[in-house]
């Protein structure tokens, strides 16, 4: 067997520690990755300074992290699409409710990955390109495809237009990044918001307009650019986005749908540079007061929305639709693009807490990686 390490979270709120971990074998339709690039994803963060507030089931200690790049070590008995030593990505989900447990954390040497969950990545992709992908891939292809969402046709090699624009509000975001591909590869015309700095980059990714989320007249601005445009939903992602984006469907043509990604008030408040005795009740109070106004806010305008839960797709066919079907076709072709680009601050998972660390004081169109010679 061979020997595991992993960055463990003893406790609700404790700091990742370094130690040994058990070496699992995978189940029937699951496969074990010898990591070798790690992404770390705001939802690390929030688990570790929420404690409690999210995530409540949580077996204590595990291992936290989603996002792996990695090859082969071992595959489940009706694992037919992977053999030992194919590089791969794979959207681990070991903090989900219904897996809950360390073998299925990201943030360790070997980690275990459904098979409809991971993907072949091209020799010509480094590890720590690919490493960016999946939580944002899977988060995007959630909200796009699932008929509970927007419910938009499925992205192919080859879309016939179908003359319908997605709002992607935060397009400079991981999950923004890939919500464009995914949309244009769908056949859908894409319009964001991002900073200034980065209109260049959403529109490398396919997005045909981008607005400045910080602009007075970010709203009115995009009304008046999907005005004779019919709109397949939005997605609002970053913490500013979805009462915006409420008011911008609520004064469109289409479907009137958005697609939360983001709850309208940020955990990082909670984080221990930050944190006075009050910060948890106020959190919670700004929370329910937000969404209540949000509620109201989507009923006044006949306007629909849903939270995202980024591995709801596991258990419907947009997993296999994406991780099967698309994304290695066109990973190979470069037609999707592993976006945004990685920074690298780390070589170990002695380096996992202080990469969590960098990701919440922020990232412009980049991700942070940590990678595991
Ligand atoms: N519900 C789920 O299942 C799920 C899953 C994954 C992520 N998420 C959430 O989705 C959000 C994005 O995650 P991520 O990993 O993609 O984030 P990220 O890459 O770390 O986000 C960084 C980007 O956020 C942008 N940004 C900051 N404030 C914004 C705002 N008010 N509106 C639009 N963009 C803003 C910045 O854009 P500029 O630099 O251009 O200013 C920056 O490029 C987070 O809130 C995360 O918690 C939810």
Redesign the pocket.
Known sequence: MPANTAAWINAAHARLEVGPAPYMAPGEDEIVIRNHAVAV???DW?IQVAGTLTYRWLKYPTVLGSDVAGEVAEVGQAVTRFRVGDRVIGHAVGTDKDSNRAAEGGFQLYTIVLERMACPIPDTMSFEDAAVLP??TS?ASCALFQADQLGLRLPSPDPEPTGQTVLV??G?????SNAIQLAVAAGYQVVT???P??FDYVRSLGAAQAFD?NSPSVVPDIIGALQGRTLAGAIA?????APLCVRIAGACSGNRFVSI??PPVSFDVLADGNRGPFELPRLILRLVASNVALQFSSRLRGVRMK????TTLKANQVSTAIYRDFLPGALASGRYVAA?KPSVFGHGVHDFQRAMDI?LK????A?VVVSLP
């Open positions: 994803n705001p939802l929030i939580l944002a988060t509000w935060g400079s975001t991981s999950v923004g918001t991002a900073s700095r980065n989320y992602i970053g913490s500013t986005s990604a983001t939270y995202i839960w980024g945004p990701q922020g990232v412009s169109a991700k």
